[in-house]
């Protein structure tokens, strides 16, 4: 069974440093990337009139590799940390990877 994890955070630009400094004291074995999005989402909540009419709202993603232990130790500070922060997440099994 594969034990590896790929978790992907959507975070508004405000909390990028804070997220960046929390990931690094982590130390993820594998660290980290980041990335400016687009989100765009059906509810209209917390956008700008620009973003409501353009149907997307700049953010900022992370993306990390993780194992098990790594997981919860992650998810169990996030949600300590950034409960009502707007930090929308997913996790996704890594069926394969590697360097080339």
Known sequence: MNNEYL???????ALEEII????????????FSSLPVFA???ENKGL???????GRQKRLQFQMHVNT??????????????TG???QYWVTPILNQGVF
Do not use: W, Y
């Open 48 to 54: 700008s009139l620009a973003e409501q009419v353009t």
């Open 20 to 31: 960046v400094d929390c990931l690094l004291m982590l130390e993820c074995e594998k660290g």
């Open 85 to 87: 922060a707007g930090i």
């Open 40 to 42: 765009h989402h059906h």
């Open 69 to 82: 232990p790594d997981l919860e130790k992650l998810l169990t500070q996030l949600r300590e940390d950034f």
């Open 7 to 13: 978790v992907t955070l959507n975070v508004p630009p």
